[in-house]
C-alpha cells in the first residue's frame, strides 16, 4: 500500500468515526474536498491540511469548534471567505497558516456567540464582526496580514472582547457601538496600522469601549469619538505615531478626541508615546458648553511631540514631563520645548533633548522595541526614563573605542608624510 492510499483510507476511517460525533484529525491533501471535511466534522475536530493547492470554499459552520491548520511546511490557498461560524456558546474556530483570498463576515443577530483564534492569515478582503442583539464574539489574532478595512460594529447588547498582537492592518480600522453595544477590554499590542483607527460611538448610545494599546505603530494616527451617554476607557503606552519618511500625514491628526453632547464619561492615559509629522499632534475636542469636565480623566506623561502644530483645542486634562517641540506648556509640569534629534523611526539620536526628561513614576518595564526602560541615557549616574515611545540606548564601550580608534587612524593617515607629499 502506497502512502497516497494510506492517507485516503486513514481520512476515510476518520471520516466514518465522526459519524459517531467523536472528536478527530482529518488530514486534507491535495485533491481533497475540504468543504466536505468541514461539513462532516464534529465538535472539537481538527482538519489539518498537508497542501500547497487553492481550495474553493467558504470557511462556515455553526453549533461547532472546528481547528483548520496548514500542517508545517504548507501554505494552502481559501478561495472564499471565513463567514457565519455562529451558534452555540460553544461554536468557534482556530484558524492558522492560511492564505484566504476573500475576507471576514462574522455577525448575527439575537443570543449567539463566537470565538475565533486568527493565527498566521493572510485576509485578501475586508474583515467584519458585528450584530445586533445578544450577540457576544471574542476573537485572538495574532501575526496576520488584513489588506482590507477592519469593522468591529454592533449595536442593541452586541459584546466584542479581542486580542491583537503583531498583526499588520493594510487599510483602516473602524470600530463603532450603538445602543448598549460593549467592546470589553480589547487590547491591541505590537500591531502596525498603516491605516488610521477610528473608534466611535454613535448618538445617545449608552455604550462601553475600553481599549489598551501598547508597543503599536499608528502610521495614520488614532481617533476616539464618544457620543451621548457614552463611556470611553483607554490606555496607551509606548506607541510610534506617524513616519517621519513620509509627507502624506500634513492634514492629519496623530491623536483626536472628540465628545458628545451630555454625559460622556472618558478615562484616558497616554504614557511615552511619540507622535511626529501630523499637521496637529494632539486634539481634544469636546461639545460646546453642555460637556460636564469632572466626567473626563485625561492625562498625557512623558510624550515626545514634533509637529506642524503639537497641540490643539487642549484646554483641559494634563500634560507633563513632556517634550513639546513648538513650545506649548513649555514651563510647567515639568514640559518643555525645543527641536529633538530623531532617527528615521522617532528613535532619540545621541545628543537629543528629551534622553532622561521624563517622569519615572509611570515608567514601564520596556520601550516600543522592546528593550528595558530607565536607563542613564546622559551618563551622570541617575537612571531617568526618556520621553518617547524609545528608550535612548548608550553605545557600548567597545563600541565608541571602535569610533575613536577610527577617528585616530584617519588623522594619523592624513597627516603621513606619504599622504603629504601626495598632496603637493
Given at each position: ?29 491535495d485533491?481533497?474536498d ?30 461547532k ?31 492558522t ?13 439575537g ?12 485576509i ?18 495574532r501575526?496576520c496580514?488584513?489588506?482590507g ?7 442593541s ?6 486580542y ?27 500591531n ?16 462601553l ?25 483607554f490606555?496607551?503606552?509606548?506607541n ?25 464619561t ?18 481634544v475636542?469636546l ?78 518595564d ?29 553605545p ?7 569610533a ?21
Amino acid at each position: 500500500m502506497n502512502t497516497r492510499e494510506l492517507i485516503v483510507l486513514t481520512s476515510l476511517c476518520i471520516l466514518s468515526t465522526n459519524a459517531f460525533g467523536a472528536a478527530t484529525t482529518i488530514i486534507i491533501s491535495d485533491g481533497d474536498d475540504l468543504a466536505g471535511a468541514i461539513a462532516s466534522a464534529s465538535h472539537g475536530s481538527t482538519i489539518e491540511i498537508h497542501s500547497n493547492d487553492t481550495f474553493v470554499t467558504d470557511l462556515s459552520w455553526s453549533h461547532k469548534y472546528l481547528t483548520i491548520e496548514a500542517a508545517e511546511g504548507y501554505r494552502p490557498t481559501i478561495q472564499g471567505s471565513i463567514i457565519g461560524i455562529k451558534g452555540s456558546n460553544r461554536t468557534g474556530a482556530a484558524l492558522t497558516g492560511l492564505n484566504v483570498t476573500g475576507g471576514i463576515s462574522v455577525d448575527s443577530t439575537g443570543t449567539t456567540y463566537s470565538t475565533l483564534r486568527l493565527t498566521d492569515l493572510t485576509i485578501g478582503g475586508n474583515a467584519g464582526f458585528g450584530g445586533t442583539g445578544e450577540f457576544r464574539i471574542d476573537v485572538d489574532s495574532r501575526n496576520c496580514q488584513y489588506n482590507g478595512t477592519t469593522i468591529i460594529s454592533g449595536t442593541s447588547d452586541f459584546s466584542f472582547g479581542g486580542y491583537f498582537e503583531g498583526n499588520t492592518f493594510a487599510d483602516d480600522i473602524l470600530m463603532s457601538t450603538l445602543t448598549d453595544a460593549r467592546i470589553r477590554n480589547t487590547k491591541f499590542y505590537e500591531n502596525d496600522f498603516q491605516g488610521r483607527v477610528i473608534s466611535q460611538s454613535i448618538g445617545p448610545d449608552r455604550s462601553l469601549r475600553q481599549y489598551t494599546f501598547d508597543r503599536n505603530w499608528f502610521q495614520r494616527g488614532l481617533e476616539l469619538v464618544s457620543g451621548t451617554y457614552s463611556t470611553l476607557e483607554f490606555t496607551a503606552t509606548n506607541n510610534l505615531f506617524g513616519r517621519l519618511d513620509s509627507d502624506t500625514l500634513g492634514n492629519e491628526t496623530g491623536f483626536e478626541l472628540r465628545t458628545g453632547q451630555t454625559q460622556v464619561t472618558v478615562d484616558g492615559e497616554f504614557v511615552n508615546n511619540t507622535i511626529v509629522g501630523f499637521a496637529t499632534g494632539i486634539d481634544v475636542t469636546l461639545y460646546e458648553s453642555s460637556y460636564s469636565p469632572d466626567k473626563l480623566s485625561l492625562s498625557f506623561v512623558n510624550m515626545l511631540l514634533d509637529n506642524m502644530d503639537d497641540i490643539k483645542n487642549f484646554d483641559i486634562g494634563t500634560i507633563y514631563s513632556s517634550l513639546i517641540s513648538d513650545g506649548t506648556f513649555a514651563g510647567t509640569n515639568g514640559n518643555f520645548g525645543g527641536q529633538p534629534i530623531l532617527g528615521l523611526n522617532g528613535r532619540l539620536l545621541t545628543g537629543s533633548i528629551g534622553i532622561d526628561r521624563g517622569n519615572n513614576a509611570v515608567a514601564s518595564d520596556f520601550d516600543f522595541a522592546g528593550n528595558p526602560r530607565v536607563l542613564d541615557g546622559d551618563l551622570d549616574g541617575i537612571p531617568v526614563i526618556d520621553v518617547g515611545a524609545f528608550e535612548y540606548m548608550v553605545p557600548e564601550p567597545a563600541s565608541i573605542w571602535c569610533a575613536l580608534a577610527g577617528c585616530l587612524l584617519t588623522m594619523r593617515w592624513l597627516a603621513s608624510p606619504n599622504r603629504l607629499r601626495q598632496a603637493k
